[in-house]
């Protein structure tokens, strides 16, 4: 599927809010009221202390996700030469039509012509198999080594990482 890949705008925030939020809760991920559904429905910080991107498909958008560089305040995992991207979402009525895979895609060919990248890292709740299969599909690995768990919590998280 085509997709367009572009920095987004506060007028865009609404729409990327409810994607965001919306995703979240369709793949059974968080309950509405789970502390981190704040985090991910705060697109003005997030565009302040990282860059939000969207995906659009026939003039509608459709998918949205965070990008952030190592010691910026949303990386969680990125090293020196790192993107981290963060955040994925796609509108659930577009799911399962190839946008998850537009949107990696385009977020790889976005970090191959940022100077001194030469890596993705993605950090991912063991339970979110769908999203595991994305990413290696489109070439990233384990990285077990840097796993962590989310800080107060049992939850571990993977690292993946796409070397470019």
Same mark, same amino acid.
């Given at each position: 599927?085509? /997709?367009?890949?572009?920095?987004?705008?506060?007028?865009?925030?609404?729409?990327?809010?409810? %994607?965001?939020?919306? @995703?979240?809760?369709?793949?059974?991920?968080?309950?509405?009221?789970?502390?981190? #559904? *704040?985090?991910? +429905?705060?697109?003005?910080?997030?565009?302040?202390?990282?860059?939000?991107?969207?995906? +659009?498909? @026939? *003039?509608? #958008?459709? @998918?949205?996700?965070?990008?952030?560089?190592?010691?910026?305040?949303?990386?969680? /995992? @990125?090293?020196?030469? !790192?993107? !981290?991207?963060?955040?994925?979402?796609?509108?659930?009525?577009?799911?399962?039509?190839?946008?998850?895979?537009?949107?990696?895609?385009?977020? %790889?060919?976005?970090?191959?012509?940022?100077?001194? %990248?030469?890596? %993705?890292? /993605?950090?991912?709740?063991?339970? #979110?198999?769908?999203?595991?299969?994305?990413?290696?599909?489109? *070439?990233?690995?384990?990285?077990?080594?840097?796993?962590?768990?989310?800080?107060?919590?049992?939850?571990?998280?993977?690292?993946?990482?796409?070397?470019?």
């Amino acid at each position: 599927m085509r /997709i367009s890949f572009r920095r987004s705008v506060p007028s865009d925030f609404p729409e990327v809010r409810r %994607i965001t939020r919306d @995703a979240y809760l369709h793949a059974g991920h968080f309950a509405a009221d789970h502390p981190y #559904m *704040g985090v991910l +429905e705060d697109v003005e910080h997030r565009a302040e202390h990282a860059q939000v991107w969207v995906g +659009e498909s @026939a *003039g509608r #958008m459709v @998918a949205a996700v965070t990008l952030t560089f190592a010691e910026q305040p949303y990386s969680e /995992i @990125a090293q020196d030469g !790192e993107l !981290e991207f963060r955040m994925l979402a796609v509108d659930p009525p577009h799911q399962g039509g190839g946008l998850g895979q537009a949107v990696v895609r385009a977020v %790889i060919e976005h970090a191959r012509q940022l100077p001194g %990248i030469k890596a %993705i890292s /993605i950090t991912s709740a063991t339970f #979110m198999e769908r999203a595991h299969c994305l990413y290696e599909s489109r *070439g990233f690995r384990r990285a077990p080594e840097r796993d962590w768990y989310v800080p107060g919590e049992d939850v571990l998280l993977w690292v993946f990482r796409l070397e470019l």
